[in-house]
């Protein structure tokens, strides 16, 4: 039984599926532990380390050529609050929340992705929603899941690190949820997500600068990082160290939430063909999913054919923007039920 090199990549790979979620630091001091284990268990191996970003990133690629058999992916991430490098194995398919199934039954899963929704779908790049918004959303569920078991399960979702809760009291989503469902966020809510013109990852909490229209939007630290030795907005090039610009960029996450802007109403998704036709036919962010028709047969013909903004890749935030003054409008009429905020994914439910 020859101790080969690879059994530095069995032994990480061990290490680190029992860890799920680990930091950049902890995940590289595991690997040099690995290689002194294997050193010693055959002296004559010599194995190549150098502690430094290269090789580290040499090294992942190895790890990820193991796991890509088993459409397992060793991802990375950067919080988003403090921007420490975040390790963690995660499925690539992203249809299935699979890596929760092993913690939570169907009905908290779904669950779950109700309150995702209202948080991917919350108004004003605010990316939260409210503990009694996120209670409601057990009413959608079709379930018997009362409220006490809904605010069970909410607390065992932030216990569990899958969601994150504000001292205001407020739900989103946590860096674990970011990384490990970053496959199904990405590919269920494609139009709402918002990138990091930095670093490309997702930004649910950051800046955003205050150009109309325009769509640059940072990590704090990325920003921080960024405006050492830059003056200018990356994309519309508007001087934001000038006169008090800087105090105008606008805040994406919780400190860009109105108060009571979630009061009395939800954001309501699409369950069935019926609903979605009736959204379509008011819904401002319809013509977008014409560009992939193929999955959805049916509503095209409500679907505002060939509306095309001529938006190109802005489109999506454009859209975001324009469903928000929907939002608002409401939000002075009173309590009534607002007009569905939808989107175009229900076909995948
Ligand atoms: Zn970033
Ligand atoms: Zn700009």
């Known amino acids: 039984m020859a101790i080969t090199s690879n059994d530095v990549q069995k032994l990480f790979l061990q290490a680190i599926l029992s860890r799920r979620i680990l930091s950049q630091k902890l995940a590289a001091k595991i690997w040099e532990k690995c290689i002194e284990a294997v050193k010693a268990a055959n002296e004559t191996l010599d194995i190549e380390y150098r502690n430094d970003r290269n090789s580290w990133d040499a090294f992942v690629t190895k790890i990820n050529d193991a796991l890509n058999p088993l459409d397992l992916e060793f991802s990375r991430l950067h919080d988003e609050v403090n921007g420490t490098e975040i390790y963690a194995v995660v499925n690539r398919k992203g249809d299935e929340i699979a890596q929760m199934a092993t913690e939570y039954n169907a009905l908290e899963i779904a669950y779950f992705k109700a309150v995702v929704e209202q948080i991917m779908l919350a108004p004003n790049e605010s990316f939260c929603v409210s503990s009694l918004a996120a209670l409601r959303e057990v009413n959608t569920l079709k379930s018997n899941m009362t409220k006490s078991q809904a605010e069970a399960t909410l607390s065992s979702f932030v216990a569990k690190g899958w969601l994150v809760k504000s001292r205001k009291g407020r739900f989103s989503l946590s860096t674990r949820t970011m990384l490990e469902l970053q496959t199904y966020l990405r590919s269920t809510y494609e139009s709402e997500i918002t990138e990091c013109t930095i670093c490309m990852e997702i930004v649910t909490r950051g800046i955003a600068c205050y150009t109309p229209n325009c769509q640059t939007r940072m990590h704090t ?20 160290t000038a006169g008090n610009n800087l105090n105008k960029l606008r805040p994406v996450g919780e400190a860009a939430f109105k108060d009571g802007q979630d009061q009395g109403r939800r954001r309501v998704r699409r369950k069935s063909t019926e609903e979605q036709e009736d959204a379509d036919a008011e819904g401002e962010e319809a013509d ?52 569905p905020r939808t989107r175009r994914k229900s076909s995948r439910r």
């Open 221 to 240: 630290h990325c920003f921080n990082n960024y405006r050492r030795r830059n003056h200018q907005c990356p994309a519309c090039k508007e001087d934001w």
């Open 288 to 339: 977008e999913k014409n560009d992939e028709v193929e999955v959805e047969p049916e509503p095209s013909q409500t679907q505002p054919n060939g509306k095309g903004k001529g938006k190109g890749k802005g489109k999506e935030k454009m859209t975001r923007d324009e469903s928000m003054e929907v939002d608002d409008d409401k939000d002075e009429d009173g309590e009534d039920s607002p007009p």
